[in-house]
């Protein structure tokens, strides 16, 4: 027999107040250890087991009542469960947990620490996929009959049902979503380049209706161009869609909007949401420069280390392929060369520009003609190849060089950067 599938409808109230505490919003570990007798824990060696699954001790959970006792005691690990919020042919919210761990004990101080009640105590772990799926396509999907009215209980999904439509793996597969049971596709694919690609989009045009629209296809295959770039798995144009809808979820204006799903969203949509609501031709030029990197460039030498480098060390607004290529610009040794010379033949030393700091002076002759350089030109004015001047760069030791790239806002100026030293 293999893996099963489960559904729960919720009921729009009960989705409204408990989604966004277990599916939307991740729980950690220490909480089951707070909230678990002791005797459980050992017995079953669900630390261990937690541990081992989510490493970074972060979770989603579902639990539910003693009712369901009978049914929810097959439940075991790979096995599928679609949470869905209501009926209603205007619902489009269910979340697909690919269940990790399990076990049918009740853990009711777990449920009243998760959703202020102990009434369901059979709570089972996973990392949430959010579905753009109502329950017509539920039904549809499984072949159920169009008549049928599913009440609000936990139920499980007929074996012949699941093998008539292939197996659970081609479920999923059908719905564009992972089909292990280790963790869910990773959403390292959502850059901040992408997602900055995505809501220019939206803003540009809202959420087609149709898969098939050109808007899909153009930003899906130039989601493809970069993401290439990054080293991380494609995209399918219904991820496209469903990230369109995800910044329509949380767009208050009355604007274009087909699904708008508030709270389905992760940290990285919503922060970019805040930094561009209200800067959207900013946004507009950065995305505009973004296309036209990819057009223009080809991966040079040391590229994916320049990307890696640039997530860990520096944060940039723009997203981390302008960084990237900000970066390359700084690192030309011919150019960077050039102007240590010209610094040195006119001042007859190298100074931070922003603080002052010799290296030479401070170190010896360690730090003899040592000094990194800072790419003047924002990010957003990098549209394609352009010459590199002189003017163009910024001598600065180590440590204000990261405070240029550090402001969430946008890159610091050196004038910026030395006006805050100054008070």
């Not at 729960?8 to 707070?34: M, S, W, Y």
């Not at 004990?105 to 579905?131: C, D, H, M, N």
């Not at 805040?274 to 057009?295: M, P, Y």
């Amino acid at each position: 027999m293999g893996p099963k599938i489960y559904y729960h409808v919720v009921g729009k109230a009960n989705a409204q107040r408990d989604f966004p505490r277990t599916l939307f919003n991740q729980r950690g570990i220490d909480e089951v250890v707070c909230h678990v007798p002791e005797k459980i824990l050992r017995e079953h060696r669900i630390i261990e087991t937690l541990q081992a699954k989510f490493p970074s001790g972060a979770f989603n959970a579902w639990g539910v009542p003693e009712g369901a006792r009978d049914v929810v005691q097959a439940l075991s690990p790979g096995d599928a469960v679609f949470i869905i919020e209501s009926t209603s042919p205007k619902s489009r919210t269910t979340v697909l947990g690919v269940v990790e761990a399990f076990w049918p004990v009740e853990l009711y101080g777990l449920s009243k620490a998760f959703w202020t009640e102990s009434r369901f105590p059979y709570i089972f772990f996973f990392s949430s996929q959010p579905l753009n799926l109502s329950w017509e396509d539920f039904r549809e999907l499984i072949g159920y009959s169009s008549r049928y009215r599913a009440p609000a209980l936990f139920l499980r999904v007929r074996e012949d049902k699941i093998a008539s439509k292939g197996g659970l793996r081609a479920l999923l597969t059908a719905l564009g979503v992972n089909s292990g049971t280790a963790h869910p596709r990773k959403s390292t694919a959502w850059t901040r380049d992408a997602l900055i690609l995505v809501l220019d989009q939206y803003f540009r045009g809202g959420v087609p209706e149709d898969l098939s629209h050109s808007a899909i296809s153009d930003l899906h295959e130039l989601l493809r161009q970069l993401l290439e770039t990054h080293g991380v798995k494609p995209l399918s144009p219904r991820d496209v869609h469903r990230k369109l809808a995800d910044f329509a979820g949380l767009d208050s204006s009355g604007g274009p909007t087909a699904f708008p799903q508030p709270g389905r969203v992760g940290d990285a949509e919503i922060e970019l949401w805040g930094d561009f609501v209200g800067r959207r031709g900013e946004l507009e030029s950065i995305a505009e420069a973004i296309r036209s990197q990819l057009q223009v460039r080809e991966k040079a030498p040391g590229e994916g280390e320049l990307l890696d480098e640039a997530g860990e060390d520096y944060q940039a607004p723009e997203g981390r392929l302008l960084l990237a290529t900000h970066k390359r610009r700084e690192r030309n040794r011919n150019l960077v060369e050039a102007k240590k010379q010209r610094v040195l033949a006119l001042r007859g030393t190298l100074q931070c520009e922003v603080c002052g700091f010799d290296f030479q002076e401070v170190y010896g002759e360690l730090g003899s003609g040592f000094i990194e350089c800072h790419h003047n030109v924002p990010l957003a004015s990098l549209p394609g190849p352009r010459e590199n001047s002189l003017e163009d760069l910024a001598l600065v030791c180590s440590n204000c060089h990261r405070m240029l790239h550090r402001s969430r806002e946008h890159t610091l100026t050196v004038e910026e950067l030395r006006a805050m030293l100054r008070g």
